[in-house]
């Protein structure tokens, strides 16, 4: 009799465990406005004692990405960049912007020729990734190169979503890209078969 008092028991405090956590995920989403997955990363931060840490102040982001660099560019270009980050420049080599539709992280780094350009956009678009993960974000990105204006040097920008909104806009971003792919493709198509037409 008492053994079965004792799983009845058990059963109901895990009950009402479970119960007060979906409770509390429900109350997160209902005051952040966050989804599910946001909703866990935040309550898991809270109970390890990083409540507090974003994915834009988080330094192993920042610690992980430059050890990618530095095995991927070696030691003396990597050994440049330090140089030149530790200069007086305006605008770091590696930041967050949050100024537009979608949050960015904009790393700055030289690559050279397009088949290192190629990794460093894989092999630091993967490790975003896992962080988009670890904090509850998706993991659906846009990646884009651009030229820095004041250097002269080339730098990736990674787009993402840390809410609803954002997500939609993330997602007509990269429908319009994808449109923009597909048109000009189809266009240097429809050229190539008018000059086999008048050959």
């Given at each position: 009799m008492f053994f079965i008092s004792l799983i009845l028991i058990l059963i109901v405090v895990v009950a009402i465990v479970i119960g007060a956590y979906y409770l509390v995920i429900h109350l997160i989403k209902l005051w952040t406005g966050c989804d599910n997955d946001e909703a866990n990363a935040k309550l898991h931060n809270f109970f390890n004692g990083s409540a507090n840490c974003t994915i834009e102040n988080d330094s192993t982001v920042f610690t992980e990405i430059g050890d990618n660099i530095h095995k991927?560019?070696?030691?003396?270009?990597?050994?440049?960049?330090?140089?030149?980050?530790?200069t007086l420049l305006n605008t770091p080599l590696l930041f967050f912007d949050n100024n537009g539709k979608i949050p960015r992280i904009i790393i700055t780094v030289n690559y050279e020729d397009e088949s290192e350009k190629i990794i460093l956009e894989s092999i630091l678009c993967n490790v975003f990734r896992k962080y988009l993960a670890v904090y509850g974000f998706s993991t659906?990105?846009?990646?884009?190169?651009?030229?820095?204006?004041?250097?002269?040097?080339?730098?990736?920008?990674?787009?993402?979503?840390?809410?609803?909104?954002?997500?939609?806009?993330l997602k007509l971003y990269m429908q319009h890209e994808q449109n923009t792919f597909i048109k000009t493709n189809s266009d240097i198509l429809d050229d190539t078969e008018t000059d086999d037409l008048n050959d």
């Open positions: 991927i560019i070696g030691e003396k270009r990597f050994q440049q960049l330090v140089n030149l980050s530790n659906e990105i846009i990646s884009e190169w651009h030229i820095r204006s004041d250097l002269k040097m080339p730098y990736l920008q990674i787009g993402y979503a840390k809410n609803k909104e954002q997500k939609a806009a």
